[in-house]
């Protein structure tokens, strides 16, 4: 993974000739002044943990499992939002762990948490390091250290339960790891977040995450039956059944705690069979909301797709799905229907019948292809524009269907109320019977500042979204960035609840202090 962009260096792509084109002449892009620091030059705070407490960790993982390298700590840095990329391009790196420890069990996992509780050490679970939210960046003031607790030797798939369908991890395993693993049974899990090269299945559990193809095989936390999670207070091991009426279910509590309650160290998924068949399709609708109200159709009376996505006018234009043909999208909005599975042929064409009934015009299987092809690519296109002078960012929200045009308004006028006129993209791809997800895309030229630039946008957005009656996130989780609208949607008692489990679970404060739940004496 680069350490100051995404994915495998040798997967950078040069800007299409289109885009700087487009980049120039539509938006006024211009290339900054300053070139992009070298991971040696990264400016690190000097290591705080004492020689002992570095020699107390490597007690219990082993000293060849406790680094304290200059490279390594760089890579530990933060996550992959924007804000993050763009401090690491500046050779900033004041939120580097101390140590980075690489645990092999989950009693090590649960020694060290007692470790560092009795020492003051702040602890970062880090999974694939793909958090766009601050996720990472623990708050390090009242603390004698910061430990990353990367999770990269968790790496097992621990056993298959072919009759219930139920498959155990280890939380260190990347998506496209499982579902390798589990091709190899003719299983698959169904998840294909965009960071599915990296992202864990310990942190789309802890940060609840929902991938591409969520219509037809849930949200990452509609797949989890079972977890065990090592606290500083005692192991918690949760989930018997599917279902259960014993109480509140605990599980809940631990999906989307971002590290700041426990570690999570098994996971016990559902898994479905490998679909036998998969057929994409593209539609094109007039406008935003005819296309929204034939995805809603979909969503109510079926039959839903596995994926079903829906570009707003602008997102079709400039056609960010397929970044080798960028500026070629065409006019109307673009909709892609997958079925996979059995029995595709029969449900295509029942939901060709409901698109076309809504206004949709078939266009045939290549824009599905091609969506399906370019669908991991769009992350390699942002470090290219980042370093060619223009700032793109993602953020998303979720809510009613009734309520979701005016909540499309106030995000799109929180950003051009905030940068001017910037390109604003927008498309839903995360449906369900009540309401959808929106997913915006920003792309400005970078001010002086790009990083002030934008946090002043990222302020607007998420009061806009508060104010709209939107959550604040539907996936990407909460971190630092959406702490504190997260705490206005909760209100004070919501808050209290949430700060009185942190106490009980963490009683010293150091699980990834300052992500998740607001500091104590309020936001
Ligand atoms: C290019 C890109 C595309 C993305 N696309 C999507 C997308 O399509 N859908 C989506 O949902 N998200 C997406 N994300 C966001 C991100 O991938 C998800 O939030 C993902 O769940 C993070 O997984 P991770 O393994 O990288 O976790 P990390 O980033 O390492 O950690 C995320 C949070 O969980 C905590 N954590 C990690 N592992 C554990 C554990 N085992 N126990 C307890 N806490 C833990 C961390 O401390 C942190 O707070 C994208 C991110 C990028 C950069």
Request: with cysteine; hydrophobic share 45%; net charge neutral.
């Amino acid at each position: 993974m680069s350490w100051s962009g995404w994915g495998d260096p040798a997967r950078a792509r040069e800007l299409p000739e289109q885009v700087r084109t487009l980049l120039h002449d539509l938006l006024g892009v211009r290339a900054p002044a300053t070139p992009a620091a070298s991971l040696e030059s990264v400016r690190l705070p000097p290591v705080a943990l004492s020689g002992p407490m570095v020699e107390a960790l490597a007690g219990v993982a082993g000293a060849e499992h406790v680094l304290t390298t200059h490279e390594a700590r760089v890579r530990h840095t933060r996550g992959k939002s924007t804000p993050d990329l763009l401090r690491m391009r500046a050779g900033d790196g004041s939120d580097a762990p101390d140590a980075v420890v690489l645990p092999g069990s989950h009693e090590e996992v649960a020694a060290l948490l007692r470790l560092c509780s009795a020492e003051r050490i702040a602890v970062v679970p880090f999974g694939g390091g793909t958090s766009v939210v601050g996720g990472l960046a623990a708050a390090r003031a009242g603390f004698a250290g910061v430990v990353a607790l990367d999770l990269a030797r968790l790496d097992r798939l621990r056993s298959v339960d072919t009759e219930s369908m139920v498959a155990e991890f280890e939380p260190g395993v990347r998506a496209s790891e499982a579902e390798r693993l589990l091709a190899a049974r003719g299983l698959t899990l169904g998840h294909f977040p965009q960071s599915f090269e990296y992202a864990t299945l310990g942190g789309f559990a802890a940060a609840r995450s929902s991938g591409q193809a969520s219509a037809g095989y849930g949200r990452f936390d509609d797949m989890v039956m079972g977890l065990t999670v090592a606290t500083p207070a005692g192991t918690l091991d949760l989930g018997r059944a599917p279902r259960s009426a014993a109480g509140p279910d605990l599980r809940q509590l631990v999906l989307g705690s971002e590290g700041a309650f426990g570690v999570i160290t098994s996971l016990r998924l559902r898994v479905r069979r490998a679909p036998a068949e998969r057929r994409y399709q593209g539609w094109r609708f007039p406008s935003f909301a005819a296309g929204s109200a034939a995805v809603r159709a979909l969503a109510q009376e079926g039959p839903l797709p596995a994926v079903l996505r829906l570009s707003d006018e602008t997102e079709t234009m400039i056609g960010p799905a397929r970044p080798d043909a960028i500026g070629a999208g065409g006019s109307g909005c673009l909709l892609i229907a997958g079925y996979e599975g059995a029995t595709v042929a029969d449900r295509q064409g029942a939901g060709a019948a409901v698109l076309a009934r809504l206004g949709g015009e078939p266009l045939g299987a290549d824009p599905g292809v091609a969506w399906e092809r370019g669908r991991f690519s769009a992350p390699y296109l942002r470090d290219s524009l980042l370093a060619a002078g223009a700032t793109v960012e993602t953020l998303e929200t979720a809510g009613f269907w009734a309520n979701l045009p005016r909540l499309y308004d106030a995000v799109r006028l929180a950003l051009l109320g905030a940068l001017g006129s910037p390109l604003v993209m927008c498309h839903i791809s995360h449906v369900y019977e009540t309401g959808a997800s929106l997913y915006f895309t920003v792309v400005t030229p970078q001010d002086a500042d790009p990083l002030a630039q934008w946090q002043r946008a990222k302020t607007a957005v998420n009061t806009a979204i508060v104010e709209a009656g939107g959550t604040i996130t539907h996936h990407h989780g909460v971190g630092r960035d959406h702490r504190d609208a997260y705490a206005a949607e909760l209100g004070p008692v919501g808050v209290s609840v949430l700060e009185a489990v942190k106490s009980r679970l963490d009683p010293a404060g150091v699980l990834n202090p300052g992500v998740l739940v607001p500091p104590a004496g309020g936001c």
